[in-house]
């Protein structure tokens, strides 16, 4: 069984400026795929970032960046230029590979992210 | 189209109501999940269907029965809840029920069991 552990349960940021969310998550799999979802207060969870395990060079979209530690099962979310947009609740989540999983997803306890002006 | 859509969005039963929630895609997916999210926690998985076939069900309460009409549409029939099964119900769906694919979220629908 997988386990995905986020241990900042709320972190604040000044607009403009980097913050970077930690997750660390067990696994035995050797394939498998991370996630960064962001669920706003409005509710409607969205895909932030995906990193595939096999894929050494860490994924980047626009601001959102990840730092993928692979031997140290690490997934941290690098948010440069933070934007009040960004106020939301982030969860990491981790998928195994292939079809017996089913799109079965391990989600974290979630980081709770606030940008202030 | 990119969305995911879900009615009602808000639902108030008692514990002898029997009531449905509905999602929708028009994406061409062939894998559609519900899940259960109680306020600041992560969404829980109930259901998966995969090829309009329920491939997991995570040990989920007989009073929720999921329903698959066809591989756009998902329902969520409930019976007899109980006050504890008050929460956001989120439906999502992917391009295929595998390992790494982006899951597509809707709104939810907050139910509250009186």
């Known amino acids: 069984a997988q386990t995905v552990t986020q241990s900042q349960p709320e972190m604040s940021v000044q607009e403009a400026e980097t913050v970077t969310l930690s997750c660390t998550y067990d696994?035995?799999?050797?394939?498998?795929?991370l996630f960064w979802y962001k669920q706003p207060p409005s509710r409607q969870m969205i895909l932030v970032i995906r990193?595939?395990?096999?894929?050494?060079q860490n994924a980047t979209e626009n601001r959102f960046s990840v730092n993928f530690q692979k031997a140290a099962k690490s997934f941290s979310l690098k948010i440069s230029d933070s934007q009040l947009g960004d106020t939301a609740m982030y969860f990491c989540a981790f998928d195994v590979a292939g079809g017996t999983s089913y799109g079965k997803l391990t989600f974290g306890q979630g980081t709770i992210l606030t940008v202030h002006p | 189209d990119t969305e995911v859509t879900q009615t009602p969005k808000h639902l108030v039963m008692g514990m002898t109501n029997k009531k449905s929630l509905k999602c929708e895609q028009h994406?061409?997916?062939?894998?559609m999940y519900w899940y259960k999210q109680k306020a600041k926690k992560p969404p829980e998985l109930m259901f998966v269907y995969s090829y309009e076939k329920l491939s997991i069900n995570e040990s989920v309460p007989s009073r929720f029965s999921p329903e698959c009409p066809n591989s756009s549409l998902l329902n969520l029939h409930l019976h007899a809840l109980q006050p504890e099964d008050s929460a956001l119900y989120l439906c999502?769906?992917?391009?295929?029920?595998?390992?790494?694919?982006?899951?597509?979220f809707g709104p939810g629908t907050r139910l509250t069991v009186l």
């Open positions: 999502a769906s992917s391009q295929e029920g595998r390992g790494g694919g982006e899951q597509f």
């Open positions: 990193q595939e395990a096999y894929k050494q």
């Open positions: 696994t035995s799999e050797s394939n498998y795929y």
């Open positions: 994406m061409g997916h062939r894998a």
